[in-house]
């Protein structure tokens, strides 16, 4: 199979058979196997609006209010939500595992059985999913088995199967919540290939005032990525916020947030501002995490900025931080 173009006509799915990567029209239809000659239903490219799971907040919205009110509301139904936010009961957090998935965390994140294992469960995951009619239970465990074989297909630098876990995922799932956070998932593979076009085209896709904060979180951080790597900085600072309890985000992207406003600042000729968040960031992160996110920020190009910063700081003495592993 070629390397495919995100925007193209062209889909990448998963043989459900031998989970070779199998290419389809964006129209869906009947598709065959080149490895295995299994033949399944590809379905159609996601073209428009997605719709937004129901909204839990009971912070109300009023439709008739002037943007900026209807803005205000829901940033305040956000904020609510993550005064409140328990990842281990939320089905969209990864923090979440499924019950049929649990064994899937035995191996290690290094063992070379993992891939193999993972690509099984997650198409075992399907079939169960598509059997049961689209159980809620069946459905997260796709999109739990999904998220995490496509970070082992990113980091085995194997991008087209990563594209293919989540669009084949895509298929699978009917829940509003899961497809936005998918097409967020495809929009960052796409940017990350260069493909800044084919960014902004699948996160089109995502109504841009989600009330849930998962959602929220994500669209944000991918956009944000976007707008750094095309150097928008005021448009970085405007998704993230300039400090960090402007937007509310989900706890697990706190190190995100904080990286876009880092390098946001810093390109933008403000040291001390990113000193400041980069500061904050250290001083809620123990040692053990603080070496991980130094390692995100040193595989990204774009994040460069962060560790001049973090080396600035550095210089002036030791760094803070705190005793308890929170990522
Ligand atoms: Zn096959």
């Known amino acids: 199979m070629s390397p495919l173009g995100h925007a193209g006509d062209v889909r990448a799915l998963l043989c459900r058979h031998c989970g070779g990567t199998v290419e389809a029209p964006s129209v869906g239809g009947l598709t065959t ?91 075992g995951a399907v079939e169960r999913c598509e059997a049961g009619g689209g159980r809620p239970e069946d459905q997260q465990a796709v999109y739990w088995t999904s998220s995490r074989l496509e970070n082992l297909m990113i980091q085995r630098f194997d991008p087209l199967r990563a594209r293919a876990v989540v669009e084949t995922a895509m298929d699978a799932v009917s829940e509003p919540g899961f497809k936005y956070l998918l097409v967020c998932s495809l929009a960052n593979q796409a940017r990350v290939a260069g493909d800044h076009p084919a960014t902004e085209a699948w996160l089109a896709l995502c109504d841009p005032a989600p009330t849930n904060i998962d959602l929220d979180s994500e669209r944000r951080a991918s956009y944000g990525k976007l707008r750094l790597d095309q150097q928008r900085f005021r448009e970085v600072l405007a998704i993230a916020g300039e400090h960090h309890d402007d937007i509310p985000h989900v706890p697990s992207m706190t190190a995100v947030f904080v990286g876009l406003r880092v390098a946001s600042f810093e390109g933008l000729g403000r040291p001390a501002e990113a000193d400041r968040e980069l500061t904050s960031l250290l001083t809620m992160t123990s040692r053990d995490d603080q070496q991980a996110v130094r390692q995100i920020f040193k595989n990204n190009p774009q994040w460069s900025p962060c560790i001049k910063v973090w080396s600035r700081l550095k210089e002036r003495g030791p760094l803070p931080h705190t005793q308890e592993d929170r990522f």
Request: include cysteine; glycine fraction near 2%; aromatic fraction near 8%.
């Open 33 to 123: 196997c080149q490895y295995c000659e299994t033949q399944q239903i590809a379905g159609r490219r996601e073209t428009e609006l997605l719709s937004l799971p129901p909204s839990t907040a009971t912070t109300q919205i009023d439709p008739s209010a002037p943007p900026e009110q209807r803005e205000a509301a829901r940033l305040a139904a956000l904020h609510e939500q993550l005064a409140a936010y328990d990842a281990a009961s939320n089905p969209y957090a990864y923090a979440n595992v499924p019950e049929a998935c649990a064994y899937l965390l035995e191996l290690s994140y290094d063992d070379p059985m993992l891939p193999p294992v993972m690509l099984q469960g997650f198409l």
